[in-house]
């Protein structure tokens, strides 16, 4: 847990190191990881000073509240072989400008970079209210229609209706109005809860300008990723407990990914009806984006008909429901129907993986990326994303050596594996960390070549003896 406390402060360096990547070639890799620029101009270290320093990881992450690049007055720009003693000599005026610090950037703007992952928190939400309000009027729309549909057609031949039969048909339209009432009400208390979500998410989001609520608020939202990661997981009762635990309901999706587990677990069943009717639910939003998940449910189902060797249905079935389908999947559908004239134990290899057990996971997975989208939710747990942020800005070639330390995160097999798509990290500036007190060296805390090459930090040289 102190890892991922670790890498997820990172975040902020990790974006911008993302969206400004420009893949490194050898050369600079070894420069940023190997090597440590001289300081001060004043300071000419001999060639053994070159040698590696061994940081702590805690003093190189950035605050999440502080600028990137750090308050590092000494910190100059590394020269391209990673030897500050090749560059050309700067002038005084030239140097006291460059060591000067860069401007602070405010805090809300510091903020929002953070803030950029922040969007499905309020979307979710916002998403399932605007999904109810819609089913609350078709509802009302459709029975308020067929009220009053129902009461021009007993206008019209009220004079072949006795008194009895105009009570029984004004009863069952009072019943059917009193029955809209009662769902009405239903949908519209779900809309205040839903809409009282809303409201908590941004008061949270607001509360973060707040200085002295701040660490609370980075509590908070390490226990909201926690239980985003588990409900992605399926670990639904524990992301449950935790949520109630933290009292943070209202700021968790419980109830949206257990809308999605009624689908998924279906689906592992091998019954495709509740996908089927989640579709015609979302159809006009899923038809918007193009999604071919209705057409891949429809074909699975043809599928398991041929499997039972019940081919006329098959065939029926084809023709009913994949049919329309036909001029935007041609290829899958002459591919399914081909199907027909083998049976599920083939050991033809075009056909064999139309029948593998395994096309029913990659139903759950397509599932899952159309529900995701629907809500504006990323793929990608927030907890990975968070992680490789913090990843991107530690990630350097010295974390794969041997002499990686153990505070580095990236010692573990776990974050490598998760850092191993991601760029290294861009240092454009070099820092100097005493390897006994775990501190930045700045002009306050001047750095000292001992005979041996070693940087050192003056009250360290106490330390050390």
């Not at 990881?33 to 590696?52: D, G």
């Not at 502080?66 to 140097?95: C, E, H, K, R, Y």
């Not at 891949?296 to 019940?310: H, S």
Request: positive net charge; contains cysteine.
């Amino acid at each position: 847990m102190r890892s991922y406390f670790l890498v997820i402060n990172c975040r902020q360096e990790g974006i911008r190191s993302l969206q400004s990547f420009k893949k490194p070639n050898r050369r600079e890799s070894t420069t940023h990881s190997r090597r440590w620029i001289p300081v001060s101009t004043a300071i000419r270290p001999s060639p053994a000073s070159s040698l590696p320093i061994s940081p702590s990881i805690h003093h190189l992450l950035p605050s999440p509240l502080s600028p990137l690049g750090g308050d590092m007055d000494m910190a100059i720009d590394s020269a391209p072989n990673g030897d500050a003693s090749s560059s050309p000599a700067v002038p005084p005026a030239t140097a006291a400008a460059a060591a000067a610090p860069p401007a602070p950037t405010t805090r809300l703007a510091q903020l929002a970079e953070s803030l950029k992952l922040e969007y499905q928190f309020v979307r979710v939400p916002l998403e399932h209210l605007k999904k109810t309000m819609r089913t609350n009027y078709r509802l009302a729309e459709k029975e308020v229609a067929a009220v009053l549909s129902s009461v021009a057609e007993a206008v019209d031949r009220s004079d072949a209706m006795s008194r009895d039969d105009a009570l029984t048909h004004l009863s069952s339209l009072v019943s059917r109005l009193q029955s809209l009432k009662r769902k009405l009400e239903e949908g519209s208390r779900v809309e205040n809860l839903q809409a009282q979500r809303c409201r908590a998410r941004l008061e949270h989001l607001d509360s973060v300008a707040d200085a002295d609520k701040f660490a609370e608020w980075k509590d908070v939202r390490l226990t909201r990723i926690l239980v985003d990661y588990m409900l992605r997981m399926s670990y639904y009762d524990t992301a449950k407990k935790l949520a109630e635990t933290s009292k943070i309901q209202e700021l968790v999706d419980i109830d949206v990914f257990l809308e999605a587990k009624k689908v998924i677990d279906s689906l592992r069943n091998k019954e495709v009806a509740p996908a089927l009717a989640w579709c015609a639910e979302n159809k006009s939003r899923l038809k918007k984006s193009k999604s071919k998940l209705e057409f891949q449910l429809r074909l699975q189902e043809f599928i398991e008909l041929v499997r039972a060797d019940e081919k006329l249905r098959a065939v029926s079935y084809a023709r009913k429901y994949l049919a329309p389908w036909a001029a935007a999947y041609t290829k899958e559908l002459q591919h399914a129907m081909a199907t027909l004239a083998f049976r599920h134990n083939t050991e033809c290899s075009t056909y064999k993986d139309a029948f593998e057990p395994s096309q029913w996971d990659c139903l759950v997975e397509q599932f899952k990326q159309e529900f995701c989208g629907l809500f504006g939710m990323t793929n990608e747990p927030l907890l990975n994303i968070y992680l490789q942020a913090g990843l991107t800005a530690l990630k350097t070639p010295l974390c794969y050596q041997e002499a990686c330390r153990k505070e580095d995160p990236l010692s573990q097999e776990g974050f490598r594996k998760l850092a191993e798509p991601l760029p290294f990290s861009k240092l454009h500036h070099s820092k100097l960390v005493c390897y006994i007190t775990k501190e930045s060296m700045d002009h306050e805390n001047p750095p000292l070549v001992l005979p041996n090459g070693l940087w050192k930090k003056w009250p360290a040289r106490t330390k050390a003896k």
